[in-house]
Nanobody, 115 residues
Framework: QVHIVESGGGLVQPGGSLTLSCVASGINFDRAAISWFRQNPTNKRELVAV???????NYGDFVEGRFTISRDSAKKTVLLQMTSLKPDDTGVYYCNVLTDLDDYWGQGTQVIVSS
């Protein structure tokens, strides 16, 4: 059975940092591309970052060098390190796992950037 679990969200002041974690079980982790998406009440779900099977990465234009996505095969975990956070980064962050057979979503973790 596939389980995708995100954690690490919370309340942070503008300019602060957070690290989100996505743990994926029940899949062939090394053959999966894993992404972070986010959604707030006024916007559609948008891509934040993606890391491919071989470790190649891509980011949404709004990231502007502030976030770093990484993967650890031994722990079956993908991290999203976020720095210089802005109020516009507020939203629910979702982990998406794309395998050869299907794609899976976690339940999301809330990030609030506010003073």
């Amino acid at each position: 059975q596939v389980h995708i679990v995100e954690s690490g969200g919370g309340l942070v002041q503008p300019g602060g940092s957070l690290t989100l974690s996505c743990v994926a079980s029940g899949i062939n982790f090394d053959r999966a591309a894993i992404s972070w998406f986010r959604q707030n009440p006024t916007n559609k779900r948008e891509l934040v970052a993606v890391i491919g099977r071989s470790g190649g990465t891509n980011y949404g234009d709004f990231v502007e060098g502030r976030f770093t996505i990484s993967r650890d095969s031994a722990k079956k975990t993908v991290l999203l390190q976020m720095t210089s956070l802005k109020p516009d980064d507020t939203g629910v962050y979702y982990c998406n796992v794309l395998t050869d057979l299907d794609d899976y979503w976690g339940q999301g973790t809330q990030v609030i950037v506010s003073s």
